[in-house]
């Protein structure tokens, strides 16, 4: 295959993949109806820092311990689904809280520490490390050296690829959500929706299976 060809099916596929409305996208958008441009550009940051350790992890072939320790899987899969479920539980609460209170005065997620959660919440979905597993080997060639250095470079640029096309949807939901976030009713309804968000992705990722 030549380097054009091989490039062209390389990028589209990553392009593709990171466009799928998959539980990282919806974090994220969920995440920038209810806090805005800079909460869902943080926590897309977030989601794909966490994705490099599984990058680096499928470079050194610890993400194979996942794909083959039912064990392994079960544990971070559970520890997962615990910390959306707590993420979710904590965005009704605080929509529940905030009919009492005016809203400049609610309380909100810093960047930081969305930032922080995005990592958490793909270092803790073990599918994530089992797809970089997947798909990155159908892209190496014998012939270009070290599996491990092009597995790392690899990863890299379909990080890069997710961060490009999370920033595009989250300015595009900043747009759409901007003007709602100023009425508290319907500030109330964005964190339900934040809070069912992310208690669903727990519930899906509860029940996620290896294959």
């Given at each position: 295959m030549s380097d054009p060809a091989f490039w062209l099916v390389f990028f589209s596929a990553a392009l593709a993949l990171n466009l799928s409305p998959g539980p990282d996208l919806l974090f994220i958008l969920s995440r920038t109806l209810s806090g805005g441009r800079r909460i869902g550009i943080a926590s897309a940051c977030g989601v794909c820092s966490g994705a490099l350790v599984h990058v680096a992890a499928a470079a050194l072939?610890?993400?194979?311990i996942l794909a083959t320790s039912a064990l392994a899987f079960a544990v971070v899969k559970y520890v997962g689904a615990a910390?959306?479920?707590y993420l979710g539980i904590q965005a009704l609460r605080s929509a529940g809280a905030g009919a009492a209170l005016d809203l400049r005065a609610a309380p909100r997620v810093?960047?930081?520490r969305a930032y922080?959660?995005?990592?958490?919440?793909?270092?803790?979905?073990?599918?994530?490390?089992?797809?970089?597993?997947?798909?990155?080997?159908?892209?190496i060639?014998?012939?270009?050296?070290?599996?491990?250095v092009q597995l790392l470079f690899l990863g890299a640029l379909v990080v890069l690829v997710a961060i490009i096309v999370e920033c595009a949807m989250v300015l595009l939901a900043a747009r759409a959500s901007s003007a709602l976030r100023g009425n508290l009713r319907l500030n109330q309804w964005l964190n339900r929706f934040l809070g069912s968000v992310l208690i669903g992705l727990g519930i899906r990722?509860?029940?996620?299976?290896?294959a």
């Open positions: 072939g610890i993400s194979a910390y959306l479920l810093s960047a930081w922080r959660q995005g990592i958490l919440v793909d270092i803790l979905n073990p599918k994530a490390a089992i797809f970089f597993m997947a798909f990155l080997p159908q892209f060639r014998p012939d270009q050296g070290a599996v491990a990722l509860g029940f996620a299976e290896r």
